[in-house]
């Protein structure tokens, strides 16, 4: 079991910045990718970015790319999502989610723990 904590969510005007940060606990050590995924009202679960912790790579949805950086603190089972040039369609509650396999695609079922989410709000 994993247990994914995120905090860093608020409000802010289009164009600002907000970074996101998601710490995981309990069989942490065996996590493979991390990410970050969103929910705004009437919409799916989108994938954001994930972040391989074997030191693979990383994952951009396109809607977020130039404007978004995953990275993860050294050696630990932290992760941020630095968001710059934020824009209204950002607005959602943005899930941390972990996984012990190995997924390469933004996909919410491929994630089998999840964080309570952290609200993000961008007014135009």
């Known amino acids: 079991e994993v247990v994914l904590m995120e905090s860093g969510g608020g409000s802010v005007q289009g164009g600002g910045s907000l970074r996101l940060s998601c710490v995981a606990s309990?069989?942490?050590?065996?996590?493979?990718?991390m990410g970050w995924f969103r929910q705004a009202p009437g919409k799916e679960r989108e994938g954001v970015a994930h972040?391989?912790?074997?030191?693979?790579?990383?994952t951009y949805a396109d809607s977020v790319k130039g404007r978004f950086t995953i990275s993860r603190k050294n050696g630990q089972n932290v992760v941020y999502l630095q968001m710059n040039n934020l824009k209204a369609d950002d607005t959602a509650m943005y899930y941390c989610?972990?996984?012990?396999?190995?997924?390469?695609?933004?996909?919410?079922?491929?994630?089998?723990?999840w964080g309570q989410g952290t609200q993000v709000t961008v007014s135009s």
């Open positions: 972040l391989d912790m074997y030191g693979h790579g990383t």
């Open positions: 309990g069989y942490s050590d065996s996590i493979r990718f």
């Open positions: 989610a972990a996984t012990y396999g190995y997924y390469s695609r933004l996909r919410a079922t491929d994630f089998a723990f």
